[in-house]
């Protein structure tokens, strides 16, 4: 049944309006009747999208914006969905009453599995991947020859790739020297925050071989260094700090680190239309005093070696080196 007949069915309906909207074919109807002794309206958007089909291995595909659906699971013992699938349809499996074994790549995510397994009949053994399925035999050779770290985490014999990550650490630091990060080298891991150093610059991968952090099996924070580890102190990027909150101390308002070499950020309750930076200080961070409402003279020591982008905001200021 078309959904405007269904729809009719509730209330007397009128197509208002029909339009496109990114690939979407829009159709706006309107509703309105009287129910229950009530005027009632109600406006009903449908977007509707037609993509190709294609039929492979007896199972039913659509191209959705560049990407695969599943949209019909073939009838047969055993399936193994493509790791070019990236999404299930809600009734991709119906009639599959010979299906025993699913094989699902780690290319969908699991609310989309939830949803499109839901009536799937629960003696269906449904694996969900988290590597590629060939990943570890391909690697197999590359990891024996590797060297592992004491957190588990395994480089290759020269330590310029990282093959594996582990889940042992919860924040690790990438060995600096290490160039490169294998695509599915974080996946089935949960961390809190991975640094990746500047030897490797994640800015400068292509797409296709970018390491893939981030999907409903894979989280954490990422953070790209552009210095070595040990200059941390002249880090100006305050967003990616990595202090942790129980390093931070706060002065008249302002942020600085524990060691009171980085001065991070003012904070809301600064006021001063004149600062003094306290000696010893060795970076200003980006932004460092944007939350600033007033034209603020900022007076710093000789210490400071590095000053960030925009301390001002888009306020105004001045600098005076005492």
Avoid at 27 to 41: A, L, N, R
Avoid at 88 to 96: D, K, R, T, V, Y
Avoid at 201 to 223: H, K, M, T
Avoid at 247 to 271: E, M, N
Wanted: charged letters at 30%; a negative charge.
């Amino acid at each position: 049944m078309e959904y405007n007949q269904a729809l009719n069915k509730v209330l007397p309906i009128t197509l208002h309006s029909e339009g496109n909207d990114d690939g979407f074919l829009v159709e706006t109807y309107c509703q309105e009747g009287i129910v229950d002794g009530k005027w009632v309206e109600a406006h009903v958007e449908i977007k509707k999208t037609v993509s190709d089909l294609i039929e492979e291995d007896g199972a039913v595909f659509a191209v959705v914006n560049g990407f695969k659906k599943l949209i019909k699971c073939p009838n047969m013992p055993y399936f193994r969905i493509g790791e070019d699938v990236h999404s299930l349809a809600s009734n991709g499996f119906e009639g599959c009453t010979e299906l025993k074994q699913l094989d699902i790549p780690y290319t969908i995510d699991d609310n989309n599995i939830e949803q499109a397994t839901e009536h799937l009949d629960p003696n269906v053994e449904c694996k969900i991947w988290n590597w590629p399925y060939n990943a570890l035999e391909d690697a197999t050779k590359e990891i024996t020859d590797g060297w592992t770290d004491e957190y588990g985490y395994i480089y290759s014999h020269d330590r310029k790739t990282l093959l594996r990550a582990s889940r042992r650490k919860r924040e690790y630091f990438i060995l600096e020297g290490c160039e490169k990060i294998e695509r599915t080298a974080f996946l089935g891991c949960r961390f809190e925050t991975v640094h990746v150093p500047y030897t490797c610059d994640l800015d400068r991968v292509d797409a296709s071989e970018y390491p893939i952090f981030g999907n409903d099996r894979i989280s954490g924070c990422v953070v790209q260094w552009h210095v070595p580890y040990a200059d941390q102190d002249c880090e100006t990027d305050a967003l990616c700090t990595r202090d942790k909150e129980d390093d931070i101390v706060v002065k008249d308002f302002v942020r600085y680190s524990k060691s009171g070499k980085r001065l991070l950020s003012a904070v809301v309750g600064f006021d001063k239309d004149y600062y003094e930076v306290p000696d010893g200080v060795e970076t200003i961070c980006d932004y460092a005093f944007s939350i600033s409402e007033k034209p603020l003279i900022l007076s710093i020591p000789s210490t400071v070696k590095v000053i960030g982008d925009y301390i001002f905001g888009i306020g105004d200021g001045r600098i005076i080196i005492r």
